[in-house]
């Protein structure tokens, strides 16, 4: 009898319960105000206004476009197969790698007019989203469709390996040192400026190729049979498959699409940096796994967002910090969501996470 | 009975193998010269013997994928370099602090502790750190844990590389950067010559042995113990072994522990054994060496991540080179051993793919891979016709 009203009444809420529950929600907000609010407040109080850290926040979100565009694909091979696709960041090098010959090949050079300029990038982009989406799917029926009753670790150590494998035949293709591209779009040329705020070339590029090709492929996985298919999939794999779906086709396909876009940041990427290397995909990867962690792994809108607010956050770390601490600053924001908040700004609570 | 019975007669059978073993091994140096290229690779290998078990003490027994393994080899190793080396020049009005120092100085300079000492304070450090590694991924499984370790890795390799920006007073840095920290001090033992590697490569190999077999033993005692049990248990099935009553938190920080420690002892002995202590040498690339070797002799088994890492650092050290004539063969331009790591993961998916049990198996883990069990729902894969 005590048993049942003891049962009944309601948790009682212990003090503090109030302040933890602001924190865990909003608590990663907060995290990610600190940099710019801290040096946005240094450099009003030095009488520079707010145009530096505008500069650094515009810079940064043209940065994360690209990482977004990654970040995209990390996110949607984990949400249907819980898998940590290692060798995405490298498969992003390979497509850095591809543009750059493509403007050999095609003859795009400083030189070039720009109607010329125009047909000869939008090749590039063509061809070095489907060479990433090649990769991709060649990956997938490699290294991890033998591997789908495996324990969880196998899959994952055939993606480091692989990951392994792309950057040595990028030191294959191009040398194990960095090399510099010519600047096609001149790049760090101002286009204009909003009160102090520069916007050049390079931003309005990458907003302009990222933002199409993220939202086409939103509606494409709400919209079409096969995006259905690989929501279904991502669901419940097992059911996915009584109900007649090719859950193997639909992994693919999985890979395809994110293939496709890191193929599309790999030109955006070589155009904005002008300098490549075999290890710029590794690093772009960890970057870009970050970004998708921190969106919420899975979530394809948190992705995006994820990856706008790590270039920013790259950006400020890069200027205010010092560049050599950059990587480190990002990993750090990596453990601590991990530890905070692994189910990330939108994400929901996962097994992993859980 | 019967059981227990087994379980003795595998000890005898593991004891005598290991006596076998150590023994023939080290007679090994007799047949070489004393400075040749074999032994210091030799010295390498068994080294990384004692880094590769140590490894398969976090990712073979307890399961728990650690990519930031060559944070334990920077620790181990910048302990020699802060304790064993004129880097702390200032320290003490430029006279220096000795604590049993070997009497062969390169400068009096700095601090100067004893090997045995450092080893030590090297095991003790990076047992503490391994824990605290430890400590963010206890909440998270499978992959986000590799992810933290990697993150983990990739942060004290900025540290190490950019070490030489902190400046502690005036004088103090908290790394030479990639300006390696060197000349280290030379091992000297009680009652033992003090070592030296321009002479004999001899004793650096039999001090190698000796941690390989107390590493060995370290190792087996571990595996058959309260605790290795527990290991093996949250690698098969974590929520089953929490049930049972095995605490999750003490046991997996107890396999960072273990496995950072040992790690930390392979990476002080290299320091001392290069003679440097460089920032170059704690990349990402490191990590993943020493994992190859467990995944090809065969995760969680001893004596198979023991043959493993012998035969990838020999892999490493002679087949890689050897194969260096074969593109001018075939009229192409490259160097294998600029392709090093891309062997290296050409063979850990080789493996993964074919053999994921590895060369030498645990009999146990075999049975995990062909069950397919392992994290729990992976069955529902079952995809192929």
Request: proline share 3%.
């Amino acid at each position: 009898m005590e048993a049942a009203t003891v049962a009944a009444k309601p948790v009682a809420r212990r003090r503090g319960d109030a302040v933890r529950d602001f924190l865990s929600r909003y608590g990663l907000i907060l995290f990610l105000l600190v940099l710019p609010v801290y040096f946005g407040l240094r450099d009003i109080g030095a009488g520079r206004g707010l145009a530096p850290l505008g500069n650094l926040l515009v810079q940064g979100i043209s940065n994360g476009a690209i990482w977004a565009l990654i970040a995209v694909g990390y996110t949607l091979v984990y949400g249907i197969i819980e898998l940590i696709n290692f060798a995405h960041g490298d498969n992003f090098m390979i497509g850095t790698f591809v543009s750059f010959t493509l403007y050999g090949t095609l003859g795009l050079g400083l030189g070039a007019g720009t109607p010329a300029l125009v047909l000869g990038l939008v090749a590039c982009l063509v061809v070095s989203m489907a060479a990433c989406a090649t990769t991709n799917v060649m990956i997938e029926r490699v290294a991890y469709r033998p591997l789908r009753n495996a324990p969880k670790l196998a899959p994952l150590i055939t993606a480091v390996g692989f990951s392994f494998i792309l950057q040595n035949v990028g030191i294959l293709w191009f040398g194990s040192s960095q090399f510099s591209v010519p600047d096609l779009i001149h790049s760090q040329h101002v286009l204009f400026s909003v009160a102090g705020v520069s916007i050049h070339n390079s931003d309005v590029l990458a907003v302009a190729v990222t933002v199409p090709l993220v939202l086409l492929l939103t509606q494409f996985i709400t919209r079409s049979r096969i995006g259905k298919a690989m929501r279904a999939t991502a669901q419940d794999p097992e059911a996915a498959r009584l109900m007649g779906i090719n859950v193997d086709t639909t992994i693919s396909f999985t890979f395809l699409l994110g293939g496709l876009m890191a193929g599309a940041a790999s030109l955006i990427y070589a155009l904005y940096q002008t300098t490549l290397w075999y290890f710029s995909g590794f690093q772009a990867g960890l970057i870009a796994f970050t970004a998708a962690v921190m969106g919420g792994i899975g979530n394809l809108q948190g992705a995006v967002l994820g990856g706008l607010i790590i270039g920013c956050i790259q950006q400020i770390a890069d200027n205010k910090i010092g560049a050599q601490w950059t990587a480190a600053v990002v990993f750090a924001y990596l453990i601590m969501i991990m530890v905070f908040r692994p189910q990330g700004l939108l994400g929901e609570e996962t097994r992993e996470a859980g | 009975m019967r059981r227990l019975r087994a379980v003795r007669q595998s000890r005898r059978a593991n004891l005598i193998l290991a006596v076998v073993a150590i023994g023939l091994a080290a007679l090994v140096p007799f047949f070489f010269a004393p400075l040749s290229t074999f032994m210091n690779n030799a010295v390498l290998a068994l080294a990384y013997v004692v880094m590769a078990l140590g490894l398969n003490i976090v990712v073979g027994f307890a399961g728990l994928l650690d990519l930031g393994y060559v944070a334990f080899y920077a620790f181990g190793s910048y302990t020699v370099g802060w304790l064993a080396s004129d880097f702390f020049a200032y320290i003490n009005g430029g006279k220096g602090v000795h604590v049993i120092a070997p009497q062969l100085l390169s400068s009096p300079a700095g601090i100067h502790v004893n090997f045995l000492l450092i080893v030590v304070v090297a095991i003790v450090l990076c047992a503490v750190v391994g824990a605290l590694i430890g400590l963010p991924t206890l909440r998270l499984r499978g992959d986000y844990i590799a992810i933290v370790t990697l993150a983990f890795g990739e942060i004290i390799r900025v540290f190490a590389f950019f070490g030489d920006d902190i400046r502690f007073g005036k004088h103090y840095l908290l790394t030479n950067g990639r300006q390696a920290i060197s000349p280290v001090d030379q091992i000297e033992l009680p009652l033992l010559h003090q070592f030296d590697s321009a002479f004999s490569l001899r004793p650096y190999y039999w001090f190698a042995l000796a941690m390989v077999a107390l590493v060995l033993f370290v190792n087996f005692r571990l595996r058959d113990s309260r605790l290795g049990r527990a290991w093996i248990a949250i690698r098969e099935d974590e929520v089953a072994a929490a049930s049972m009553g095995v605490p999750l938190v003490k046991t997996k920080l107890l396999a960072y522990a273990t496995g950072g420690a040992l790690g930390g002892m392979a990476g002080a002995f290299l320091g001392v054994y290069y003679n440097s202590v460089n920032a170059n040498q704690f990349q990402f690339g490191f990590s993943i060496f020493i994992l190859g070797m467990i995944i090809l002799g065969g995760l969680g088994s001893i004596w198979g991540v023991v043959i493993g890492a012998v035969a990838l650092s020999f892999i490493n050290t002679y087949l890689i080179p050897s194969l260096n004539d074969i593109p001018e063969k075939f009229g192409l331009d490259f160097d294998f051993t600029t392709l090093s790591f891309g062997i290296f993961g050409f063979l850990i998916v080789l493996m993964m793919v074919l053999r994921p049990e590895g060369l030498l198996p645990e009999r146990r883990r075999r049975l995990e891979l062909t069950e397919g069990m392992g994290a729990g729902d992976e069955q529902l894969f079952e995809v192929r016709a």
